[in-house]
C-alpha cells in the first residue's frame, strides 16, 4: 500500500533555489522514492512573483511526477503552513556583491517572526524546519523564538552546504572520493566565521589530519576557501549559489528525515549547552540523525586553535541575536 502524502511548504518557491529544489522534492529525491508529498508553494504577493511561480507550477505538472499528490499557491503564511510536515524556509533576499550577511539582519527579522507565528499557529505540531534564507542561523533562531508552542528542536538552520563545501575541498586535496570522508563537521555561523573541522575526520579509516598533514595548507587556504566559496560564487556567477544550495537542502531534510546510518552531518540546531555554547543558540554542530531525530556528537577534544575560532563563531552570533532582541 502506498504511504500517505505529507505536506512540504517551501517558501521562496519562485526564486532561483525554488527552482532548483521543487522539482527534485517532488520526485522523491528528499524524503524517498515512496513518499507522496503535497507542495505548499509561498511566495510574495506581488503580482510578478505570483505569476513567476504560477509558471514553475505548470512545469511541475509538465514532470507528471508520480509522488506529486498535490500542488498549491499561496501568499499568506498563515495558510501556506496549514498542517505542514517539512517546511523549507528560502524566501529572502539574496546578498549582493559586497553585502554582508549581517547586512540583511533586519529586512529578514520581520519576514521570520512572521512565519515563526504561522507555524506556530497552523503547522503539524512536529513540523520538521530548515531555514535556508540569509542569515540563515539568525533567522532560525527568530523563527524558533517566534513559535513557543513548538519544540525548539524542530527547528534547524543550514550548514549543510558549509560541510559539503568542506568535503568536496577535502576530496581534491587527499585525491580521494568525497563518499569516502566520514566525521567532518562545520562549527557555528554559516558565514565567513564558520569553522570548518577535520580534525576527526577520516578516509578509509586512516585520519584526514594525517593524510594532509599540512597545517599551513588547513588555515590558510582550506579555512578561507570554504569560509569565502559563497561570497567566490556570487562574484563568478553575479548571483548567489542556488543549485548546490538546493542541492544541500535536500541532503540536510532527508537525512533528518531517512537518518544518516551512523554518519555524521553537520546542521545548525538550537544548543542545549554543548560544548559551551549557550542555550537556545542557533550553531553548526556533528550530529547523527535516527528515527526522525538528530543527535549532537558529544565528548569531542577542543582544542585551542578551535576554541577560538568557535568562540570567533559564536560572538558573531550572538551580536546577530542581540540585534534582533527587540524585534522578538
Ligand atoms: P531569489 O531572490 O532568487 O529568491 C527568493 C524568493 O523569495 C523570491 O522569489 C522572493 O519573491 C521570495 N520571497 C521573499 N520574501 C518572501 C516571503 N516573505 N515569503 C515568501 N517568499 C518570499 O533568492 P535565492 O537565490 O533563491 O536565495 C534565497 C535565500 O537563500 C537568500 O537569502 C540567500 O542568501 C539564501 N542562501 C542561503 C544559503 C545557505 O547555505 N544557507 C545558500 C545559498 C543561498
Ligand atoms: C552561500 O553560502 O552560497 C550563500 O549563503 C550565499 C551567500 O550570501 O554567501
Known amino acids: 500500500m502506498s504511504k500517505k502524502p505529507v505536506r512540504v511548504a517551501v517558501t521562496g518557491a519562485a526564486g532561483q533555489i525554488g527552482y532548483a529544489l521543487l522539482f527534485r522534492i517532488a520526485s522523491g529525491e528528499m524524503l524517498g522514492k515512496d513518499q507522496p508529498v503535497i507542495l505548499?508553494?509561498?511566495e510574495i504577493p506581488d503580482e510578478k512573483a505570483q505569476k513567476a511561480l504560477k509558471g514553475v507550477m505548470m512545469e511541475l505538472e509538465d514532470c507528471a511526477f508520480p509522488l506529486l499528490a498535490g500542488m498549491e499557491a499561496h501568499s499568506d503564511p498563515m495558510t501556506g503552513f496549514k498542517d505542514t510536515d517539512y517546511a523549507l524556509l528560502v524566501g529572502a533576499r539574496p546578498r549582493g556583491p559586497g553585502m554582508e550577511r549581517k547586512d540583511l539582519l533586519s529586512a529578514n527579522?520581520?519576514?521570520?517572526?512572521?512565519?515563526?507565528?504561522?507555524?506556530?499557529?497552523?503547522?503539524?505540531?512536529?513540523?520538521?524546519v530548515?531555514?535556508?534564507?540569509?542569515?540563515?542561523?539568525?533567522?532560525?533562531?527568530?523563527a524558533m523564538k517566534s513559535a513557543p508552542d513548538l519544540p525548539a528542536k524542530n527547528f534547524t538552520a543550514m550548514l549543510r552546504l558549509d560541510h559539503n563545501r568542506a568535503a568536496s575541498q577535502i576530496a581534491a586535496k587527499t585525491g580521494k572520493p568525497v563518499s569516502s570522508i566520514e566525521k567532518l563537521c562545520v562549527w557555528g555561523n554559516h558565514s565567513p566565521t564558520m569553522y570548518a573541522d577535520y580534525r576527526f575526520a577520516t578516509i578509509d579509516g586512516?585520519?584526514?589530519?594525517e593524510l594532509i598533514n599540512d597545517e599551513d595548507w588547513n588555515r590558510n587556504v582550506f579555512l578561507p576557501t570554504v569560509g569565502k566559496r559563497g561570497a567566490a560564487i556570487i562574484e563568478a556567477r553575479g548571483l548567489s549559489s542556488a543549485a548546490s544550495a538546493a542541492n544541500a537542502a535536500i541532503d540536510h531534510m532527508r537525512d533528518w528525515a531517512l537518518g544518516t546510518n551512523g554518519k555524521w552531518v553537520t546542521m545548525g540546531v538550537p544548543s542545549n549547552g554543548e560544548y559551551g555554547i549557550p542555550q537556545e543558540t542557533m550553531f553548526g554542530f556533528p550530529v547523527t540523525c535516527e528515527g526522525g531525530e538528530y543527535k549532537i556528537v558529544e565528548g569531542l577534544p577542543i582544542d585551542e586553535f578551535s576554541q577560538e575560532r568557535i568562540n570567533i563563531t559564536l560572538k558573531e552570533l550572538q551580536e546577530e541575536q542581540d540585534g534582533v532582541k527587540h524585534l522578538l
Open 130 to 142: 530548515l531555514v535556508v534564507g540569509n542569515p540563515a542561523n539568525t533567522n532560525a533562531y527568530i
Open 109 to 128: 527579522a520581520q519576514i521570520f517572526t512572521a512565519q515563526g507565528k504561522a507555524l506556530n499557529a497552523v503547522a503539524s505540531r512536529n513540523v520538521k
Open 206 to 209: 586512516q585520519s584526514v589530519k
Open 40 to 42: 505548499q508553494l509561498l
